[in-house]
C-alpha cells in the first residue's frame, strides 16, 4: 500500500471554499464505487470511532442520502446529501446539511455544498473536492468542528478498504 498519496487541504477565504485533493491507490472504478454506493461509504465516511449508518440512499439526480454518524456511546448525528448532478465515473455535486434522524434541516447550521471531480493518474486515481458555504463564519466554524482532522481520518479508512479490493 502507498504511504506517500497526495492530500492537499487549503482554504479559501475569499471565495468560501475548502480544497481537498486527495490520491487513492485504487481504480476509478473502485474510488468510484466507494463514494457512491452507501454499503462502502458506510465502512469508511465517519472518523473513528464513529460509524456512518445510511438510512435512506438514490444516488441519482433529485436523490438524496440520510445517515447518521453514530459515536461509541450510540449518539447519533444525522446529515443528509442532496445530489444536484451526476457524470458517472466523473463528477458528482450535492448539498449537505445538518439534520434530524426525518432529514429535517437543522436550521442553526447552512448547507455545505460539494463538488467532487475524479480523475485517473497511472495506477492512482485523484479525487478534487471543492466545498463551498454561504459565509466564510459558516466555514470556519466546520474547521473549529475538526473537519480537516475528521475527513483526513476518514480517507485513510477509505486507503484501507480499497487495499482489501
Do not use: C
Not at 487541504?9 to 475548502?18: G, H, L, M, P, Y
Not at 459558516?138 to 483526513?152: A, N, P, S, V, Y
Amino acid at each position: 500500500m502507498k504511504t506517500d498519496l497526495l492530500m492537499n487541504f487549503s482554504i479559501d477565504k475569499e471565495n468560501k471554499t475548502v480544497n481537498v485533493k486527495r490520491e487513492f491507490d485504487a481504480s476509478l472504478p473502485n474510488v468510484w464505487s466507494a463514494w457512491t454506493q452507501a454499503e462502502i461509504l458506510d465502512l469508511w465516511w465517519a472518523p473513528a470511532p464513529f460509524k456512518s449508518k445510511t438510512k435512506i440512499m438514490e444516488f441519482i439526480e433529485g436523490g438524496r442520502r440520510l445517515y447518521a454518524m453514530v459515536g461509541p456511546d450510540g449518539t447519533e448525528r444525522w446529515s443528509y446529501f442532496e445530489y444536484s448532478s451526476i457524470s458517472p465515473k466523473t463528477n458528482f455535486k450535492h448539498s449537505a446539511t445538518f439534520s434530524d434522524a426525518d432529514g429535517k434541516p437543522n436550521s442553526e447550521f447552512g448547507s455545505s455544498y460539494w463538488d467532487i471531480t475524479f480523475s485517473e493518474e497511472g495506477n492512482s486515481t485523484i479525487v478534487d473536492i471543492t466545498i463551498r458555504r454561504d459565509s466564510f463564519e459558516e466555514l470556519q466554524k466546520i474547521i473549529e468542528m475538526g473537519f480537516k482532522e475528521g475527513f483526513t481520518s476518514a480517507m485513510q479508512g477509505l486507503d484501507k478498504i480499497l487495499a482489501e479490493k
